[in-house]
T-cell receptor, first 111, second 113 residues
């Protein structure tokens, strides 16, 4: 069974731009969660989608948004990028809430 | 506040020596507990999990963890480390009230020859 895939793996943007990251969950998994990982703040929860509905949300500004499609694939969008948005963005999928499987992440660099 | 604490930021261990990584949690009820490993530039891989039952949990790659309710701890151990065990290890709790994952700050393990 294929694992969680994330595209692109690396991304370089400039301040003020917007970016869209994609995540394809493991087949059959309906829950997709997004996390931001930075050296200073560690791993922080962004949001979780289940069956196309946002079920949980972390403490991030409205510039961070997401959605989930009917095939469970999810996208995350960050608008008006700031330098502090540079991070590894991880996506995780799960069949239930108890065990999450992580993708390799997208490394976003904001210049 | 509900939290997960990993007291050791960095541990260096010789190849073949034993390893123990500490984790403490602060929750009203016993959360679901996990240990994940992250190699540089990679995502997180689940090593093992504890939900209930036997307090000694076996995982992949020869790792085990012991849940101790009295100490609110869930320490990870490996009897003999290999150079490939060099990575960052995260203790994680699933909060039962909102099912969000709460991560420890991570412990970086360096393995010397």
């Amino acid at each position: 069974k294929a694992g969680v895939t994330q595209t692109p793996r690396y991304l370089i943007k400039t301040r003020g731009q917007q970016v869209t990251l994609s995540c394809s969950p493991i087949s059959g998994h309906r829950s997709v969660s997004w996390y931001q990982q930075t050296p200073g703040q560690g791993l922080q929860f962004l949001f979780e989608y289940f069956s196309e509905t946002q079920r949980n949300k972390g403490n991030f500004p409205g510039r961070f948004s997401g959605r989930q499609f009917s095939n469970s694939r999810s996208e995350m969008n960050v608008s008006t990028l700031e330098l502090g948005d540079s991070a590894l963005y991880l996506c995780a999928s799960s069949l239930d809430v108890y065990e999450q499987f992580f993708g390799p992440g997208t490394r976003l660099t904001v210049l | 506040a509900q939290s997960v604490t990993q007291p050791d930021i960095h541990i260096t261990v010789s190849e073949g020596a034993s390893l123990e990584l500490r984790c403490n949690y602060s929750y009203g009820a016993t959360p679901y507990l996990f240990w994940y490993v992250q190699s540089p530039g990679q995502g997180l891989q689940l090593l093992l999990k504890y939900f209930s039952g036997d307090t000694l949990v076996q995982g992949i790659k020869g790792f085990e963890a012991e849940f101790k309710r009295s100490q609110s701890s869930f320490n990870l151990r490996k009897p003999s480390v290999h150079w490939s065990d060099a990575a960052e290890y995260f203790c994680v709790a699933l909060r039962s009230n909102d099912y969000k994952l709460s991560f420890g700050a991570g412990t970086t393990v360096t393995v010397r020859a």
